[in-house]
């Protein structure tokens, strides 16, 4: 209740409405040492409670039409998830679903059907490397040692920082070649298979486009960008037989990652609405195809919540 009067008061809704956008991955069964910006169910369960107390949860296609129409309702939100994991599915929708709240899903197509991500095996590389030191000096990609779970920790945060910028052949090839050689077994059921993609749609989870492979659009050249963002909505939609209307950009640091060419290409593609991941709330001046996105990174239900509220503030 309390929670619920601040945010009211700061998003009053109406024309001067502000729209919180929550960014979630993965939501995992157990806490995960390696993992630990990615919330546990118990975590995300807490989250969730406060979000829906504290918030009028909208699915982002209908948030963003009210928020350009002015009608936004008092502390208005959304809650997403990037990339297209099973796990959203099998843990965080039962959890979304027990609170009664909207999500909405951007979804990388060419990562669909099981299997994991590129960014995966480097991870399980890290975690199940059996040596003291990993060394991967001939991919540009540092020499790193392997002694306790900070060390791994910070070795795998430190190559992902710099693989995700490589081209996308070159970046599976050689996340493949560091899983293997630290002897990742082939099997790991990460990403949503396509029933399971048909699943969350039809059980009223509203799907987004995040590109086909995931790529850095800023590094592409136009007609690249082009055909990422616009294929990974075709084949969505064949997918789930509706019409894609919300996208993410992967990444998504404007400036870096991406900018207004791609916010352009999008608005062309035929989507209604997209995010990116600069941290702030939406408010009417925001442009509607490049609002933020904001998640507390805390661990305790009151900081998450104060968190939750200093970005009010932030507007765009
Ligand atoms: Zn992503």
Redesign the pocket.
């Known amino acids: 209740m309390f929670w619920q009067l601040i945010s009211r008061q700061l998003a009053p809704g109406g024309s001067n409405g502000k729209l919180s956008i929550f960014i979630f ?1 993965r939501v995992l069964p157990v806490p995960d040492p390696l993992l630990p910006f990615e919330p546990s169910a118990e975590e995300f369960d807490w989250m969730v409670r406060f979000i829906s107390r504290t918030f009028t949860v909208l699915p982002l296609g209908e948030a963003a039409s009210r928020l350009k129409a002015g009608t936004l309702p008092p502390a208005a939100a959304t809650i997403t998830f ?2 297209g994991y099973a796990d959203n599915l099998l843990v965080a929708w039962p959890i979304l679903k027990r609170y009664g709240v909207p999500a909405t899903f ?1 979804i ?1 197509t060419a990562f669909l059907g099981g299997g994991r991500m590129w960014n995966d095996d480097v991870i399980e590389a890290f975690r199940l490397s059996r040596k003291d030191e990993l060394d991967l000096s001939e991919f540009d990609l540092g020499i790193h040692q392997l002694t306790d779970t900070t060390s791994r920790l910070n070795g795998y945060e430190s190559v992902l920082g710099k693989l995700k910028y490589f081209e996308h052949r070159l970046r599976s090839e050689i996340s493949r070649e560091i899983a293997c050689r630290c002897e990742v077994p082939a099997v790991a059921e990460l990403m949503m298979t396509h029933p399971q993609l048909r699943l969350l749609h039809s059980e009223g989870a509203e799907i987004g486009g ?1 590109t086909r492979t ?1 790529p850095i659009l800023e590094r592409l050249d136009d007609a690249a960008a082009k055909k990422e963002i616009e294929s990974g909505k075709q084949e969505l939609e064949t997918l789930i037989g509706t019409a894609v209307r919300v996208l ?1 950009y ?3 640091v404007p400036g870096r990652d991406c900018s207004a060419r791609h916010a352009e290409m999008a608005r062309q593609a035929g989507f209604d609405a997209a995010v990116s991941t600069r941290q702030a709330c939406a408010t009417s001046t925001s442009d509607i195809f490049q609002l933020p996105r904001f998640t507390p990174w805390d661990r305790t239900p009151l900081r998450f919540a104060m968190r939750s509220m200093m970005n009010l503030y932030r507007v765009s």
């Open positions: 991955h990037d990339d951007f990388a995040h995931h993410a992967p990444n998504g």
